[in-house]
Each structure stands twice: as structure tokens, then as C-alpha cells.
């Protein structure tokens, strides 16, 4: 489940990579954020290692208004509107996961994404 869950979080970092990049030039701003450990029921269905995993950790995640807290920050805050195409992490911008900044990674992401939504490549404005 931990794999699958990463690979989830990878892709949806590409596709807003790719998505502030789409709108760039415009007033749109999009920020990829990571709120950190936060005590969600995420792993109410777990077996195995991720149960176990849960149980001994589970207790130092953050409270769930403190992600509550760290997206409407970053939604409202001045610092975010003049910029686009950022990774947050907690409360810090940082370089996201090198496979996220990868073009032939998002590419295949974008055309897979086209193809299962039958959606278009068209330049938004």
C-alpha cells in the first residue's frame, strides 16, 4: 500500500508540475503540498507492515487541523501568489523528487492521463 501510495503522490507532483507550467503567463498559481505526518484514518484498512507501522508511529503524526491549517496558508498567503510550480513541504519549498522533474516521466503521464480521459493537449490561457 506504501508503494502504491508514493507512486500516487509522485504522479499527482508531476501533473502539477506540468499543469503551472501549462498556465504559466497567467493568474493561475499552482503549488504541489506535502502538509507532512498527519493523523488521517488513511491506514484504517491496513494489514501487515503499514498496520504495524501505523500503530508505532501513528502517534507522532499532526493533528489533522494542522494540514487543515498548512493548505489554506499556502492558498491565502501573498508570498504564493507571484510564484507558480513550487513543491511545499511542511511550511518549506523544496526541490521535489528528481523523478517528478523528469520530462519523459511526465510526458508518459500526461499522454496516459490523455488517453484514459479522453481529454486533448491544448495550451490553456
Not at 20 to 26: D, I, K, P, V, Y
Not at 55 to 60: H, L, N
Request: one cysteine or more; hydrophobic letters at 40%; glycine letters at 8%.
Amino acid at each position: 500500500m506504501l508503494a502504491s501510495y508514493a507512486q500516487a503522490k509522485l504522479c499527482v507532483i508531476m501533473h502539477g508540475l506540468d499543469l503551472a507550467e501549462r498556465l504559466m503567463g497567467s493568474t493561475v498559481t499552482i503549488h504541489c503540498l506535502n502538509p507532512g505526518y498527519i493523523r488521517t484514518n488513511l491506514m484504517r484498512y491496513s494489514k501487515g507492515f503499514e498496520r504495524m507501522f501505523d500503530r508505532i508511529f501513528g502517534g507522532r503524526a499532526a493533528p489533522t487541523w494542522v494540514g487543515g491549517e498548512r493548505i489554506v496558508y499556502v492558498a491565502l498567503d501573498s508570498q504564493y501568489r507571484e510564484i507558480s510550480g513550487k513543491y511545499i513541504y511542511e511550511d518549506m519549498l523544496l526541490d521535489p523528487n528528481p523523478l517528478a522533474m523528469n520530462e519523459g516521466n511526465v510526458v508518459r503521464l500526461m499522454t496516459l492521463s490523455q488517453q484514459m480521459t479522453g481529454l486533448t493537449d491544448t495550451k490553456v490561457v
